[in-house]
Each structure stands twice: as C-alpha cells, then as structure tokens.
C-alpha cells in the first residue's frame, strides 16, 4: 500500500533552516507529483508547493518562494523539502502528500512533522 | 490567487442530525473544456494527517462513507454530513485545483452539540 514516511520533529533557533524528508514507498514514485502542506500553530492548512519527482519541475507558492525549496533522490524514492530564515511563525507541522489518481487531488499523507521554531 | 471562504467557522450539531458547509472561491473553478470542478474537500482530526473525502467536488474517494456528499459548481460549494456521527468531529478544508497556488478554504470546525 502507499506509504509516504516523515523525518522527526525538530526544533531550530530563529534564522535557521530545516530540511524534512519523505520516503515514499507502495507506488512508482516518479509518477506522482509531491506537495508540501503546512498546518502553522493555531491556523489551517496552507498549500506550500508542488514537485515532479520525475523532471524536477516545482511550483511555489508565492508566500514561500525564495526561502523554500523542494529537491529528491529517485535512488531512494525520497522528496525533501527546506524551509530557510526560520521564523517563530513558521512553527508548525509540515505534511507531504501525493497526487492522487487523477493527479490533481491530495490522495496520500505523511505522517506530518513538526517543527518548532524558539530562540 | 483564488481565495476560498468557508462558513461558517465552526457548528455544532447533534448526532444523527445533517451538518452543511458551504465554501466560495472568488473565481470559478469550473475547467469549461471538461465540465470538471476542479475542488476537493478534506477532513483533518487532532494529531492525524488530511484525509481526502471528495474530489471533482462531488465525487466520493474510495473508502468514505455514504453520509459525506458534496455539491455546486463554479463558485459555490457544499459539504454535507448527512447524519453526524462522533468521529466526524473534525476540522474540514475546502481547496482547489484549478490553478496555482491550490489554495485551501480558512477550515469548519464541526462538534457535536
């Protein structure tokens, strides 16, 4: 079955980075794009970005891009995301999700992980 | 970007009574070239990942149970529970497809009265 496996939680001091880690496993990974969800403390969800795990291509949301960033490694069918010029605003939980069938509604999830950002 | 409102923010409502949610997006998502809707609803519980309930904004994902059913088209959508039960308590998310950024609704919080 689809899974789709979250790095730990972590904790960093503000102006920091955090680099998290989704293993996909169940599926043909590059066939599926990957997004980048968060839930920040307190608020709702809020769409990150998007990935082709097969070219690369990615799409951001205005409000991340220039300090978010989404890579992957095909050899180990894992997507990552980074998060840069951390903020106390950023602490949340960030959840990976994979397209579903028809490739545009958020099919699958990772477990989430939470970051929290605190001098 | 789309905006997409829900109302209201939250409700409560007895067991086996209907719970209704309404989303708007501020530009239709109705893709003319293949009549598609291109809105999905979530539900998300405390401590768990989203989990897909409809997608096309009516069609059911596999696996959800006969009681959630969404509806409208263009700007105006609905979520309907049609008769509550416990584990429905949870905060549900409207969001759409239709171009980038997939922006999701503020949330609904539904609790039983």
């Known amino acids: 079955q689809v899974q789709l496996v979250q790095s730990g939680a972590e904790v960093k001091k503000p102006g920091a980075s955090v680099k998290v880690s989704c293993k996909a496993s169940g599926y043909t990974f590059t066939s599926y794009d990957i997004n980048w969800v968060r839930q920040a403390s307190g608020q709702g969800l809020e769409w990150m970005g998007r990935m082709n795990p097969n070219t690369g291509e990615t799409a951001y949301a205005q409000k991340f891009r220039g300090r978010f960033s989404m890579t992957r490694d095909t050899s180990i069918t894992t997507a990552y995301m980074e998060l840069s010029s951390l903020s106390s605003e950023d602490t949340g939980v960030y959840y990976c999700?994979?397209?579903?069938?028809?490739?545009?509604?958020?099919?699958?999830w990772g477990q989430g992980t939470l970051v929290t950002v605190s001098s | 970007d789309i905006v997409m409102t829900q109302s209201p923010d939250s409700l409560a409502v007895s067991l086996g009574e209907r719970a209704t949610i309404t989303c708007k997006s501020s530009q239709s998502v109705l893709y003319n070239s293949n009549n598609k809707n291109y809105l999905a609803w979530y539900q998300h519980k405390p401590g768990q990942p989203p989990r897909l309930l409809t997608y096309?904004?009516?069609t059911r994902e596999s696996g959800v149970p006969d009681r959630f059913s969404g509806s409208g088209s263009g700007t105006d959508f609905t979520l309907t529970i049609s008769s509550l039960q416990a584990e429905d308590v949870a905060v549900y998310y409207c969001?759409?497809?239709?171009?980038?950024?997939?922006?999701f609704g503020q949330g609904t919080k539904v609790e039983i009265k």
């Open positions: 999700a994979k397209d579903g069938p028809r490739h545009v509604e958020l099919g699958n």
């Open positions: 096309w904004a009516s």
């Open positions: 969001q759409q497809y239709y171009e980038s950024p997939r922006t």
